[in-house]
C-alpha cells in the first residue's frame, strides 16, 4: 500500500492528519489568496534591473518593487486570477479559494470563494479586498467543518468579511471600502450540486451551462444565468422599472454603489436578499468576476461561450486578454471553477 504523502514537502503523513508534522500545511484544504504582493514584478519599474535585495527594493536604483501586473493559480477545483488592468497603476483588487477534499480523489466536498473589488474612492482599498477576501473565505471553510449548510456558510463569510474590513480603519474618518462577492459549492452526492452566492456592491456571480446533448441527466441544469443582483444606481433604475438594463448602465451614474463593505457602509451593508442557492445535477462552469470583465461583456450567454470551450486556467486568462483588449480600464479579478455533478 502506498503511504500517503504531503504535496508540499513529500513527508510522509497518515490518512487522519489535518497538518503536515514537517512542514504545517492544511492536509485537507487547499488555499490561495491573490495578488501576491510578496512577489516582485520581474523588472524594476525605475531602471530595469531585476535583482532586488530581501526587502524588495532594487539593488540598482533603490526603488521598491511593484507587485507583478498579473498573479493566478489553479487548483484543479477552481482557477483564480487578476490583473492590474491597463488605466490604474495599482491592482485594488483581491481573490480567494479554498478546496475541501472529501473521500474521493479529484472531486472535492466543498469549494468556497471570495472576488473583491477596491473602491477606488475610499482610502486604501486594496487593503479592504484583501482582508475581505481572506476573512470571508477562513470563515466559510470554518462553518462548514461545523457543518453549516451552504447559505448558511456563504453568509458567515460575508459577516466575517464585513468586519474585517471594518477593523482595517486607521481612525474614524478612514474607511477603506470594497465590493463582495463570494460562493459556496457543496456536493451533494447524487443530489447533484447546491452553489449558494452572496454579494454587496457590483462584483458578480454567473452560472455558465456546458452545453451537452439534451439528455436526462440535464434535465435537472438550470440555464446559463447571472446569480448575483447589483448593489448599484443603475439596478435601483432597473428595479424601478425607470429604464432597461443597456439605457441604466449608459446613465453617468451607473456604477454608483449602494452598498459595500466599509466603516461607512454599516455594521450591515447587505440587502435582505443578498444570498441566493442554485442547485444543479448537470455540468456547468461558476464564473466570480468584477467589473473589470463584465464592463466589457455582461451578457451570460456571451461569457458562456468564452468561459467554457476551454480548460479552466485557459478560458480565464482568456477573459482577463478580452477585458484588456476592450480597453482594460479597471482591474480585472476572474474565478472560474467547473461544476461537474
Known amino acids: 500500500m502506498t503511504a500517503a504523502v504531503c504535496p508540499d514537502c513529500a513527508a510522509e503523513v497518515d490518512a487522519e492528519d489535518k497538518y503536515c508534522e514537517a512542514c504545517g ?3 485537507s484544504i487547499r488555499r490561495v489568496a491573490l495578488p501576491r504582493n510578496d512577489i516582485p514584478s520581474t523588472a524594476c519599474a525605475g531602471c530595469g534591473a531585476t535583482r532586488y535585495d530581501a526587502d524588495r527594493y532594487c539593488v540598482r536604483c533603490g526603488e521598491l518593487s511593484r507587485a507583478p501586473d498579473r498573479c493566478e493559480a489553479d487548483l484543479g477545483a477552481v482557477c483564480v486570477l487578476t490583473d492590474r488592468g491597463i488605466a490604474h497603476a495599482h491592482n485594488e483588487d483581491a481573490v480567494a479559494a479554498a478546496v475541501l477534499d472529501g473521500d474521493v480523489p479529484g472531486r472535492p466536498a466543498a469549494l468556497v470563494i471570495v472576488v473583491c473589488d477596491g473602491v477606488s474612492t475610499s482610502e486604501n ?8 477576501a481572506r476573512a470571508g473565505v477562513d470563515a466559510a471553510v470554518a462553518a462548514l467543518a461545523g457543518e453549516r449548510s451552504a447559505d448558511a456558510a456563504v453568509m458567515a463569510g460575508l459577516e466575517a468579511a464585513a468586519q474585517a474590513v471594518r477593523a482595517t480603519a486607521a481612525h474614524e474618518r478612514h474607511s477603506p471600502s470594497c465590493t463582495y462577492v463570494s460562493a459556496v459549492v457543496r456536493d451533494r452526492g447524487v443530489a447533484g450540486v447546491e452553489i449558494a452566492v452572496a454579494n454587496v456592491g457590483d462584483s458578480r456571480a454567473y452560472w455558465l451551462r456546458t452545453e451537452t446533448s439534451p439528455t436526462a441527466h440535464d434535465d435537472g441544469n438550470p440555464p446559463t444565468q447571472r446569480l448575483t443582483v447589483d448593489d448599484s444606481w443603475a439596478q435601483a433604475l432597473v428595479d424601478a422599472g425607470a429604464m432597461d438594463e443597456e439605457s441604466a448602465m449608459n446613465d453617468p451614474r451607473a456604477h ?9 457602509g454599516g455594521s450591515q451593508p447587505w440587502s435582505d436578499n443578498c444570498v441566493r442557492t ?6 456547468g462552469i461558476l ?14 450567454a456571451s461569457l458562456a461561450a468564452m468561459a467554457t470551450g476551454a480548460v479552466p486556467l485557459s478560458a480565464a486568462r482568456e477573459l482577463a486578454e478580452f477585458a484588456l483588449r476592450s480597453g482594460g480600464s479597471d482591474n480585472i479579478t476572474v474565478a472560474l471553477a467547473p461544476v461537474r455533478p
Open 125 to 132: 482599498p486594496q487593503a479592504a479586498s484583501g482582508a475581505a
Open 287 to 300: 464564473l466570480l468576476c468584477t467589473d473589470g470583465l463584465w464592463n466589457y461583456q455582461s451578457d451570460a
Open 25 to 27: 500545511r492544511e492536509l
Open 256 to 264: 454608483t454603489l449602494l452598498r459595500w463593505l466599509g466603516a461607512d
Open 278 to 283: 442554485l442547485r444543479t445535477t448537470g455540468p
